[in-house]
């Protein structure tokens, strides 16, 4: 069984489930694994490295995948847009930032353009960049993310798609990470979703296996959005957009303290890059999402998706029996 | 057609909505009307005034309904709960604050408990008190919560409740406005809804005429949560707890600059309390969640229900018929 819908079709793939191109984590073995169970993978460009994904899109093999950049970024390294088309993706997807510079080339190449939104303002720039798939993506989400969320985002930008470009779709992402978000999604009026902590914890994501365990082990009230993680890492983000990560001894003392951290920022720099250099999660970011409460092992990324499309079956069944 | 749920068969309604017990909103004659359409309406105890809960039970007349309590705020005034038992509610529901002192009379009365939760820890209090109906409360509701978002606490409550107390059962609440959020925390594995801002757009809401209109205009971004509208009317909420309200004025002078109130609240305090006397919703507070992109109208309550279950059946059944 499976489920189809205008994603699936668009795309060609089985499952309406869109791996998280998550940077740094969602490299080519995780974003092939995912296809070839029948989602359509996304390796995570991130802040973009050539090398890294040259390496990473050789990893996916001959699976069909594609790929997402952070839009501000990617806007320092246009060419990493004209290498990755190169590799003929699946997909583009663009988050955080104004797509429309980048629309051209990507619709050239015959390459499908998904945007990434966090508002309805968002959605109307991504519907004028011609983006045929919109990623509403709620504040619950792991990692990049605004300050809406999805249950009543999700419905707001369909209607907001379907008045102005009803050829486009709406795929859901924040806090989906098991079946009950996939069929809530399409209850929503969303073609599929975008998964990204769930796979996270996956066999085949880069995360450090502490990470994973991490994320096992955590509920989603041991998530924060904050800025602090970006601050270590010299990203300048543009406002209102944080990330969302697991609370960790760092948090706890600089988050609210953004001020002080700046005045304080080359130590704690340093201090940040030695810790992630080892791989030390109570001071380098994990990001995840609140959906952590519904994450309890890391298995192998085919059988993530085989349970997300039964269970999503069942509680659709399920509530579909309510009317009588 | 209707939906049947557990939450329909324990309360013996028709539709599995609850209104939420919205303070100086959902009076008698607003829960008297969701009542009637089949639902459950629970007029809004808010800070507890003795005379107003009289008169708005009067105001429902026989029609069935229950009433909403802050727990914090009842604690000061524990003689308001007798009063209110005296009118046998078909529910009673506590939010923000530990319950376990209020079941003990609420059970002897032979009154459902209804708690509303905003985190897991939350919901396992609720349980110890012996809540048989517990509302798992997203950040994106109007008024009163706390900081996560719906669509990944509710799976998470659902199966806390189904570990700990499976007779137990929740219900969805926090950016439901429209069908398809009914039919999505059905697909999360909730038994019901409870709606707020919603049915503040209506017609039998107490809500001013202009609070309702910038319901109607508003979009979900115009939402804030915020502290500023307690400070100013003050009340001390517990830590955690912020209102989500519609940016106005006053937001954009005093939110995020919450020190500077406290050292200019006599003042504020006074100007405050004149705006809200006049109904200038330009300084006053109109608490609202973001579901406000899906409400462009204020009907009668008995449409809005008709509208929430039509719209869920019609989600319901395309979703499922995503399965092939």
Sequence with gaps: MTLRTRLTEKLGITHPILLAPMGSISGGRLAGA????????????GYGEQAWLEREFAAAGNRR??????????????????????????????????????????????VVLIC?????????????????????QGTEAGGHGGSRATLP???AVVDLVARHAPKA???????????????AALALGAEGVLVGTRFYASAESLGH?????????????????????????????????????????FTARWHGRERELAGAIDGEMARYQAAAGRGDVATAVVFAGEGADLIDDAPQAGEIIRRLVSEAERALAVAASRVV
């Excluded at 995912?34 to 460009?45: D, K, M, P, Q, R």
């Excluded at 904050?226 to 601050?231: G, P, R």
């Design 34 to 45: 995912v296809s070839e169970a029948g989602g359509l993978g996304l390796i995570g460009g």
């Design 65 to 110: 995948v594609g790929c997402g950049f952070i839009t501000w970024s990617l806007a320092k390294r246009p060419h990493l847009l004209d290498a990755v088309l190169a590799r003929r993706p699946a997909a583009l997807m663009l988050s955080f930032g104004d797509p429309r510079p980048f629309a051209k080339p990507i619709q050239a190449a015959e």
């Design 153 to 155: 985002l999700v419905p």
């Design 116 to 136: 990434q939104v966090q508002s309805r303002d968002h959605a109307l720039h991504a519907l004028e960049a011609g983006a045929e798939i919109i990623v509403a």
């Design 169 to 183: 779709m709406v795929v859901a992402a924040g806090g989906i990470a098991d079946g009950r978000g996939l069929a």
């Design 209 to 249: 296996d502490s990470a994973k365990a991490r994320i096992v082990a955590a509920s989603g009230e041991d998530t924060v959005r904050t800025s602090i993680f970006d601050a270590a890492r010299g990203y300048a983000w543009p406002d209102g957009i944080t990330g969302r990560a697991l609370r960790n001894d």
